[in-house]
């Protein structure tokens, strides 16, 4: 079974094909994406008018470019993936149009797909593929949550942001710093020339017993501290303070997932979504699952952020657990606001 998966939730326009059904695991044929960021960049953050825009544009070529790849006629796509929600809702119509328009005129069913679960089944593409059960840690721009996966479409929420998302205080706290959109890869590469012991930044929530995370203080205190600083602040103090920055949401991240997998009794992690591709969080999970006999599995790097590969592999995942929602009816919608778990 060939799928054709469409990603346009926000800022990358992601295509990929993928065959399903003659492996344990759907293996990615090939994929393509085209990122805003450099569009975006001059505002500071996403303008949703602009990504729709350029997600109507960039689509048919993209799509054009993975078949190509895939030495694939148009016609060899067996079902049109696309991502339901969340995300903005213009740039939601166009993935969702276009997966329609294409499954109505090859006359192939239309899969619509959460964008989260494509995060958390991405790391399946991976050369390390991972097996249920096991506990995820999904960190994206607009998500922090830790959950119990015992299957595709078995989704046990244990523990999510009450406020910011891990990746909005990366980028929130690298435009503090005068970095540009998006701030969590430019915060990373500062940090490296940083000491993290150099400021004192809050650890929210991290000893309250629970798995709920809290963000929102952390750009605060870094403000504060920029605030002390003043105007002329080096670029030594930047680095340490972008370094103390990641050093606090890191070792949240770190410690609630701990958390998870003792109260779980689970020895497998799954880290998924765009902070997953942060070395310094990759580096300590491995550390500290490495002494306790944890397997931690991560997506491939390049599909750490938003991509085409994972929405074609989690409506092939569903339909292979027949639990997806193949439409024929073409009568598309979109979930901007849409829970992992509910209809
Ligand atoms: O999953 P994703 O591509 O999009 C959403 O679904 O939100 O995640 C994007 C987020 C952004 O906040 C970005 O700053 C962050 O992931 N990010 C990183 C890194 N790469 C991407 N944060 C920290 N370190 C990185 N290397
Ligand atoms: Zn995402």
């Not at 969702?96 to 991405?122: F, M, N, Q, T, Y």
């Not at 390049?302 to 439409?327: F, P, Q, V, Y």
Request: charged letters at 20%; glycine letters at 12%; a neutral charge.
């Amino acid at each position: 079974m060939y799928v054709l998966g469409i990603e346009s939730s926000c800022d990358e326009t992601g295509v990929a094909l993928v065959k399903a059904g003659d492996q344990p695991v759907p293996r990615l044929l090939a994929h393509a994406l085209h990122s805003q960021i450099d569009m975006h960049q001059a505002y500071g953050g996403v303008v949703p008018e602009l990504a729709s825009r350029d997600h109507i544009r960039r689509v048919l070529p993209l799509a054009q470019q993975v078949l190509g790849a895939a030495g694939l006629p148009l016609d060899a796509v067996e079902v049109v993936a696309y991502t339901r929600g969340p995300g903005l809702a213009g740039a939601l119509l166009v993935g969702a149009g276009v997966a329609c328009a294409l499954g109505a005129a090859l006359d192939r069913p239309v899969v619509g797909v959460h964008h989260l679960e494509g995060h958390l089944l991405s790391p399946f593409l991976s050369a390390d593929p991972p097996e249920f059960p096991f506990i995820a840690l999904l960190v994206s721009g607009g998500h922090t949550q830790l959950m119990r996966v015992d299957g595709v479409g078995a989704y046990e929420l244990l523990g999510e942001t009450i406020d910011d998302a891990a990746g909005e205080a990366f980028d929130k706290s690298a435009k503090l710093l005068g970095l540009g959109y998006p701030g969590g890869p430019a915060l990373a590469r500062l940090a490296e020339f940083g000491d993290a012991a150099s400021f004192a930044l809050p650890r929210p929530l991290l000893h309250s017993g629970k798995l709920d995370f809290s963000f929102a203080g952390l750009k605060t205190a870094v403000r504060v501290q920029l605030g002390k600083l003043g105007p002329n602040v080096c670029e030594q103090s930047r680095a340490d303070l972008a370094a103390a920055t990641q050093a606090a949401i890191v070792d949240v991240l770190v410690a609630k997932s701990l958390a998870a997998l003792k109260a779980s009794g689970l020895k497998r992690l799954v880290v998924a979504g765009g902070v997953g591709a942060n070395r310094a969080l990759r580096d300590r999970l491995d550390a500290e699952c490495r002494k306790r006999g944890v397997r931690v599995h991560y997506p491939e790097l390049h599909l750490c952020t938003d991509n085409g590969a994972m929405i074609a592999l989690a409506a092939a995942m569903r339909l292979e657990s027949g639990r997806a929602e193949a439409r024929r009816d073409y009568a598309f919608d979109v979930k901007p606001r849409w829970e992992l778990g509910t209809a």
